[in-house]
Every structure is written in structure tokens, then in C-alpha cells.
């Protein structure tokens, strides 16, 4: 990923965080401690431009730390290490399993009250470290966000990458705290704290878990294990968001979510976006090519039945590696051959 793909991302992660039930009640209770503490506006404004940088360099120093952690040699191996992508595999299921409601991740509490103690402070240190007790609160709905950001920086092997994934999150992280300070009677605009910041954990779970698999393909492919052939890592996905969309339809509930009387607009949206999803899957299983998300699967070498015409000869294949289709051997030649075309037959003569 380029530096640029790197930070929408971050900055779409940003986004997502700030509707999670850790996050988005915290907006009106710290833009009101700002406008109430201030005298005057502008002051209320200082302090909150103070907050959203210190956000900003929380987590660009979080980003610049994993990069001086692992160095940029490291960065460039970890696309390729079998250790490293089986602990990215088990760090988001882990993530995703968290955001379902399996466990909440947290930091010690110790941390936070200890940050918290020197929010009270006051002055410009005091505003640092109550975002640094943001930071550390909303630890269980922004972690497996971070982390997820950061394991495709640092797979992604540019030395200022993670950095930059951070640079991304952390404002729009930090955008909403300092323009509600700046314009107060935008806090009436925004919608209620309810149910609905469950649910964009739980949508944001199904996805790490989705995502999680492209690390054990990595691995399976690498070592040729043969476990995650592109038809069984199809049907995983399938079934993936198929749940999604049941859960989103309403059929599928977790003990942690509230009632949900009727179906709102903008949760039938992202159902149909997801059952379309998963419908275009299926195809997948015969063949289809998939080319929207043909980065993400396994080469369509690794798949056992295929539909349709086999690859030609020499050509080289996803692996790299040269195939051949069924009957070149006896032909010799580079033409297209419908794969299993001496047993199954059209009828009335179709081919």
C-alpha cells in the first residue's frame, strides 16, 4: 500500500472508532468541559485545537514507535515470515472475537487513573493527558482498529508506514472534539448514544475475522499446506457475511445487543451491501474470477473444480508457476480447454 492508501485507511479506521461505544459518548462530555471551563470562546477553542494535536501525537508516536521497534528491514520480512503472519492470524481473530463480544481487550486500569490524576493538573499538560486517558479508555473499541492498521502498515513493508496509517486515525480521531468545540450547536446534530454503536462493533468484528484468514492463506500458500484452498477460504467468507447480514436483518442477535423494535434505513442499507457481497461470492466456487477481491483470495490454481476454460499452457499462473490445461499434453498447443471437458458434456451437442 502507498503512503496515501495507508492514510485514508487510517483515517477511515478514525472514522469507525469514533462511532463505537468507547469513543462517540465522550465527544459531547469533553467539547462541554472545554466550552464550560474556558471564560471565552476562543479559549474553549485553544484547549480544544491543545486536544486534538495531543491525539495526533499519541498515536503518530505510537506508529513511529513500531517502526523503530521492528526497523525497516524487519518491515520488509514480516510480508513473507511464517511467524509474523501466524501471530497477525491470531491477533485479529482475536480482535474480531473481542469486537462480537466474546471478551473486552483493556489496559490496567492503573494506567488510566494514573493518567487521569495528571488530567487534573490542568494547563496545557493536563489538556495532553486527558487525551492520553482517551487513548487509554477506549483502549477495548480502538485497539483491534489500531491493530489492524498496523499490521497492514507494517506487512506492507514502507519504513514510515505505520506512522502514517496513525497520522491518518488519529485526526479524523481528533477532527470531531475541536470542531464541536469551535462550533458548540453542532453537538445537537448528532444522534443519540443507543444500540447502534454495538452493532459497528460487532459489523467492524465480522470484518477482522474476514480479514484475519488473507494472513493464514499467506502462510498456507508459503509453506504449501494445503489447508485454505481458494474454494475453502470462499466458503468461509461466505459464510462470514452471510451471518453479517442475517445479524444485520435482525434474525441474528448477541447477548449484548439491545432491542431493536424495527429495521432502520441505514441498517437495511449496509444489510443489502452485505448480502449483495456475499452473492457475489458464490460464483467463486465454479470459478468465478472475483476480481473485486481477487487480491485478497488464494490463486485460482489452488482450487480443485473450475468451471469453464483451464488455464493455457506456459501461461503463467497466480502462484507464478507455469500450468497447463487439460489436453495441451496431448496437443501440444496453447488453446483454451473447458476443464473437465472428457466427462462432462453439454447437451445437444453444446460446448
Known sequence: MGWL????????????????????????????????????????????????????????????????????????????????????????????????????????????????????????????????????????????????????AAVGGALMGPAVGMLGFSLALALPFTLFAVFPNWLQSLPKSGSWMNSVKVVLGFLELAFSLKFLSNVDLAYHWGLLDREIFLVLWISLFGLLSLYLLGFIRFSHDGPMPYLGLVRMSFAVVSLSFTLYLIPGLWGAPLHAVNAFLPPLATQDFVMGPGPVQGAPSNTGHATAGPGDAASGSGSLQPKYSDILHGPHQLT
Open 5 to 152: 492508501a495507508l492514510f485514508l485507511a487510517g483515517f477511515a479506521g478514525g472514522l469507525l472508532a469514533l462511532l463505537t461505544p468507547c469513543v462517540f459518548p465522550m465527544i459531547p462530555l469533553t467539547v462541554s468541559y472545554f466550552t464550560k471551563q474556558a471564560a471565552g470562546s476562543r479559549k474553549a477553542w485553544t484547549k480544544a485545537l491543545v486536544y486534538g494535536i495531543s491525539i495526533m501525537v499519541i498515536y503518530v508516536g505510537l506508529g513511529m514507535g513500531v517502526t523503530l521497534i521492528f526497523g525497516s528491514d524487519a518491515l520488509n520480512e514480516m510480508a513473507s515470515n511464517l511467524y509474523f503472519n501466524l501471530a497477525f492470524f491470531v491477533m485479529l481473530l482475536v480482535f474480531g472475537f473481542s469486537f462480537l463480544g466474546a471478551f473486552e481487550i483493556t489496559l490496567p486500569s492503573s494506567w488510566a487513573n494514573r493518567a487521569d490524576r495528571q488530567a487534573d493538573k490542568g494547563g496545557l499538560t493536563g489538556i495532553f493527558f486527558m487525551a492520553f486517558t482517551l487513548a487509554l479508555v477506549s483502549f477495548s473499541c480502538t485497539g483491534p482498529i489500531i491493530g489492524t492498521l498496523l499490521v497492514e
